[in-house]
């Protein structure tokens, strides 16, 4: 009979045991720790200067003459125009917005294929933010050993005065970056006066309201769960790595076997066991804002911010071994590290099939938007022929055809332009507008245009009959301004019967 | 319940689905999510309390708000008339010439207009107003009664041979074949003489042209230039209300034409027929 004592002891449970897996899960609050280091300073120049670009960009002024706003960036969604430096965009030309989405679109691409998740780590929203509300927290509540003592210590005064301190800064900064976002829309000074005194538009408050709200609950409290389970990008990017994308890497062929007891692993018989270079420390844990283990290898949710390899280059200066040990690589190059093998320059990874193709489709666009930019016209004729009736007989034998013509003057200044007709030979027109008066084929018609204004004419084009085409005729309206070398036709027809 | 299977790497479960090896994980969801999901539903329910959601047999639940889609369109049509009611007023007390001398009334009374037109007048008119057989194309320079603001404003108000109307448009060609005052010959003959007025191509030597100038001059004019006053209509021009082939303009001579318009003064307002008016004379054949 076998004792029960010798019978082999298993410490194990099921793991589909009741209570042991939950289909949902708490999302488990990070502290991450101050680090400090060349990534971390990079980071904090890439946060100055992008939040330094949203919050002034509205307050630079541009003058375009007195006729036109002079505020350098301004989407004026009430007259329908965007300003943009020296370029004014009309709802129509729309199509550069949609180039330059295209643009970042592909760049993005191309910065994912070299750098990796360089977006998500540096220069995102998200980040950055979530950057800027931790200098909040570490200045009031203390690094994180700090601050977890804090959250589990009972309520206090001291904890009431530091935790109402930090939402209400939190709260400020998040109503300034809400803020800041009306002032793109309008005119920024006189809005921020109207704004104070409780007379901007509803529509500004309510923008700053869920701006406020959003910034403050992503950036407080949401932070990693947005990258991991709200944005679309993780999934994408992570699609758009391949192996010779920088992605951080922690080096395990030269840190495992990792050991934070060295000493105890001399053996009995005096042998060493191999030790690799990491000592397990974790810092590379607890510095990162993701709240992941570097080690693990790539995940999805690595923001690749590199705050880890700081965090243990720092450490690996201490103990006397080369940094590197989590570092910028390639798959490549972590394979052929990994085999002993010499890495080479990570430079010509910019040139590739891959990233040359991105970037001949990058400057593409870019530059046929430009050059679209440089020769774009300032005038513009729109024509809308009557589609009921398509024509009309006089009594006197002639066919009169009725048009609406739009002649945009999309330059903020005072033209006289000029309306013509040609192509129809012994045709006239009239404008409504203007009264009685027949206009032949080819006669300029003088027109005085208002800055940055669609003016909209009623004209009927009249053939004689005796003159009248066999079919339906094309012939062009023309609208010139002079003075500024603007010319612009467009075709229509002219029909002579009435189907 | 059985046991699913788990993923080696992750120690997660897995639904059990694979596809080509490829399994897929069930990784818990963040609670948060649930809490956002449980808030949806919450969210629902005080939203069928309150507006209209859920369907019945013959109706739906009405919500505590009292609100409907439809009460909110009368609304903002009650919001759109009272935002209008000043220039609706000045249309009312103003005359044609002082609306006409307005820009802004002027164009709100085309629109008015533009929009009675399409409610009342497409019927006969069509709804680009280009008419049809016994219809007339109200784009051209042809007017039977006239083509000047007033002339349109006094045939819309009070119509064409609308008996009702002591002031109707009336005009009474005589039916010259029924009533037996021309025989076919004759028809034939005056039909070929009123084409050739229309060519230009008149001979007034014709057999044609002396029935004419006996018959048809009085009313027509003695070169078919036509009379407003009496809603002759012209004939020496290339429009044709019924038809210019012999046989429809043989046809106009044996039966005569009676046309009917209503007056519109015992439908509409006077505000609505002044805008009428202004949009009928800006069709493009108005005339000064």
């Not at chain 1, 990079?42 to 007195?66: C, F, H, N, Q, S």
């Not at chain 2, 002339?151 to 119509?159: C, E, L, P, S, V």
Request: charge should be neutral; glycine fraction near 8%; hydrophobic fraction near 40%.
């Amino acid at each position: 009979m076998t004792k029960p004592s010798q019978i082999e002891q298993f410490n194990v449970q099921a793991v589909n045991k009741d209570g042991a897996k939950k289909l949902f899960a708490a999302a488990k609050k990070i502290y991450p720790k101050r680090v400090d280091g060349k990534f971390r300073q990079l980071k904090w120049l890439i946060m100055t200067v992008t939040l330094a670009i949203y919050y002034i960009t509205p307050w630079l002024r541009w003058d375009r003459g007195e006729l036109a706003p002079d505020q350098a960036v301004l989407v004026d969604l009430a007259n329908r125009r965007f300003y943009f430096f020296f370029i004014e965009i009309w709802p129509q030309e729309f199509f550069y917005v949609a180039g330059l989405l295209i643009m970042a679109g592909i760049g993005l691409f191309l910065v994912t294929s070299v750098w990796g998740r360089a977006w998500c780590g540096y220069t995102c929203p998200q980040t950055v933010w979530v950057d800027l509300f931790l200098v909040i927290e570490r200045a009031i509540e203390g690094d994180r050993n700090a601050r977890m003592k804090l959250d589990k210590a009972s309520w206090d005064f001291k904890k009431l005065r530091m935790k109402v301190t930090k939402h209400i800064i939190w709260l400020l900064v998040a109503i300034s970056t809400g803020g800041a976002w009306i002032f793109y829309f309008a005119d920024a000074p006189s809005l921020l006066v109207s704004f104070f005194t409780l007379n901007a538009p509803f529509v500004a408050y309510s923008t700053v309201a869920v701006l406020t709200a959003t910034t403050y609950i992503f950036g407080g409290f949401m932070r990693d769960q947005v990258c991991t389970y709200m944005c679309p990008w993780p999934r994408i990017q992570a699609a758009m790595l391949d192996e010779e994308s920088l992605v951080v890497t922690y080096n395990d062929y030269r840190g495992e076997p990792r050991t934070a007891h060295r000493k105890k692993h001399a053996n009995d018989d005096g042998s060493q066991t191999p030790m690799g270079d990491c000592i397990d420390c974790n810092k590379c844990v607890v510095v990162c804002p993701m709240g992941i283990d570097i080690r693990d290898g790539q995940q999805m949710e690595c923001i690749t911010c590199a705050l880890c390899i700081d965090a243990c280059d720092s450490v690996m200066e201490k103990v006397g071994k080369p940094k590197g040990l989590i570092s910028y690589a390639t798959l490549k190059e972590y394979d052929k590290a990994a085999a002993g093998q010499p890495v080479e320059n990570s430079v010509p990874i910019l040139f590739r099939p891959r990233t040359l193709i991105y970037s001949g489709i990058w400057c593409l666009v870019g530059l046929s938007m430009l050059f679209v930019l440089a020769t774009r016209s300032r005038l513009d004729v729109n024509v809308l022929h009557d589609r009921n009736p398509l024509m009309v007989q006089l009594s006197d034998g002639s066919v009169r055809n009725g048009y609406i013509v739009k002649v945009l003057n999309m330059e903020p200044k005072k033209h006289t332009g000029y309306i013509s007709f040609k192509g129809l030979p012994k045709g006239y027109m009239r404008i409504e507008q203007e009264g009685a008066e027949l206009i032949k084929n080819g006669e300029k018609y003088k027109l005085l245009l208002e800055p940055d204004v669609l003016r909209e004419l009623k004209i009927y084009v009249t053939m004689p009959q005796g003159f009248l085409p066999q079919s339906d005729q094309t012939f062009k309206f023309v609208a010139e301004i002079p003075a500024s070398e603007e010319y612009h036709e467009t075709s229509t027809k002219f029909h002579v019967k009435k189907n | 319940m059985t046991k699913r299977p788990i993923d080696d790497v992750t120690g997660t479960e897995t639904t059990g689905h694979e596809w080509d090896g490829i399994r897929e994980l069930d990784t818990p969801m963040p609670r948060w999510w649930l809490i956002t999901f449980y808030i949806t539903i919450a969210w629902s329910i005080v939203y069928c309390v309150l507006y209209p959601a859920i369907p019945l047999l013959k109706t739906n639940t009405q919500g505590t708000l009292g609100y409907s889609s439809r009460g909110e369109l009368d609304k903002s049509l009650q919001k759109a008339r009272e935002a209008q009611t000043g220039l609706r007023d000045k249309i009312k007390s103003g005359t044609l010439a002082s609306i006409m001398a307005d820009p802004q009334l002027f164009s709100f009374a085309k629109a008015g207009g533009k929009a009675a037109f399409k409610v009342n007048c497409v019927q006969c008119h069509g709804s680009g107003a280009e008419g049809s057989v016994g219809n007339p194309n109200l784009n051209d320079d042809d007017w039977l009664w006239g083509g000047k603001l007033e002339d349109i404003h006094q045939t819309i108000k009070h119509g064409a041979r609308y008996e009702q109307d002591d002031d109707t448009r009336l005009s009474d060609m005589p039916a010259f074949g029924k009533d037996e005052l021309l025989d076919k010959n004759q028809i034939e003959q005056v039909a070929d003489y009123v084409l050739s007025l229309s060519k230009g191509k008149a001979d007034a030597s014709s057999s044609g042209a002396q029935i004419f100038a006996e018959q048809c001059a009085s009313c027509h004019g003695k070169t078919g230039t036509g009379d407003r006053s009496v809603g002759a209509p012209p004939l020496n021009d290339q429009i044709w209300l019924y038809g210019g082939d012999k046989k429809t303009v043989m046809e106009s001579i044996h039966n005569s034409r009676k046309a009917v318009m209503p007056a519109w003064a015992h439908r509409l307002d006077a505000e609505t027929i002044k805008q009428l008016a202004i949009y009928v004379h800006s069709l493009g054949g108005g005339e000064k």
